[in-house]
């Protein structure tokens, strides 16, 4: 056999390898069983970034809305509209130990509604509200009187200490609250998940892990793009991954996050009556649980979806697992 002959052979066994580990790990997961489905209309420029429940109501957040937080009705109509939930007093000032670079850039941000970026957000039982903003790597509470503060410094040296957020749009991604301590997804390049400690002044980053990259097939990449935070009375605390390039929800443990079990939504999101034009990426960017339902938010970044060239995002209702 030629040279050639040989390269090809090893190029078909890398890709194969690589699509059994792929194949392997999504297999394992069982699938998410849709129950209901929404198209979300009524804010213009709505780009779903982040899910939580507040009370009885699903909150989110888009990141091209930095002023705004916004809730979800639920009805039995396939469309529904958006309404505000809280708006956002304006900040006095940036979070402590920003870099200069991200002082320019909110600079040049702070007429667009693209300023905060949020890409994360959680609701605590009084109603306090926990914003994750990726342009600025920190951390703000809203209060239900709407009154905006940072709550931690901005956190970029210590994640580009180690090797995380090193280019535009790969930081945080999706937040979860647990008393005194926070905790935060890293979108990409690498993933990783990171809580901080909120009894010292400042708060501070205790623990910080890359977590595995494998089974993505290029051009995807291994993703974070959500978190989900439980107490069950008399269990331990669980927390739960979205991750949308593995179209998968999992379990992980809340001390070494390690996976636990995980569900797929892929055949959901890519079907023929929700497939967008340009889906070579996962779209979803939220998680959410309300009673005996998990919630998905996905954003199609304006695209239009095949069936009927709608632009809306969609709000997924997958029935809860018995084994959540």
Known sequence: MSPFGHYLVFILLLSTSVSNVFASSYDNAKPLKLEQHWALSGVENLQPSGLSVCGAKLIMVSDRHSDKIFSIPLS????????????????????????WQ?????????????????????????????????????????????????????FINQLRTHTFASSLNTGFEGIAADEQQ?????????????????????????????????????????????????????????????????????????????????????????????????????????????GDAVYIVLDNNDQPRRLNSSRNPLLFKFKRPDNW
């Open 76 to 99: 039995n109509k396939p469309t529904t509209e958006v309404e505000t939930y809280r708006t956002l007093s304006p900040f006095t000032d940036l979070p402590e130990q920003i870099r």
């Open 102 to 154: 991200e002082r320019l850039m909110d600079w040049g941000l702070r007429w667009t509604q693209k300023r905060f970026d949020w890409e994360g957000i959680h609701c605590n039982p009084d109603g306090t509200i926990f914003l994750a903003s990726e342009s600025l790597s920190a951390v703000a509470t809203v209060e239900p009187d709407g009154s905006s503060r940072w709550i931690t410094p901005s």
């Open 182 to 290: 926070l905790y935060l997804a890293i979108e990409r390049e690498p993933r990783g998940l990171l809580s901080v400690s909120m009894l010292t002044l400042p708060p501070r980053i205790d623990n910080l892990k890359i977590v595995d990259q494998e089974g993505v097939i290029s051009p995807l990449s291994a993703d974070f793009t959500g978190l989900w935070l439980e107490k069950p009375s008399g269990q331990p605390v669980k927390i739960y991954t979205l991750e949308r390039n593995y179209f998968r929800v999992c379990r992980r443990h809340y001390d070494t996050w390690e996976i636990e079990v995980c569900w797929r939504y892929r055949d959901t999101e890519k079907s023929t009556a929700f497939r967008f034009e340009s889906d070579h990426f996962g779209l979803a960017e939220g998680i959410a649980r309300l």
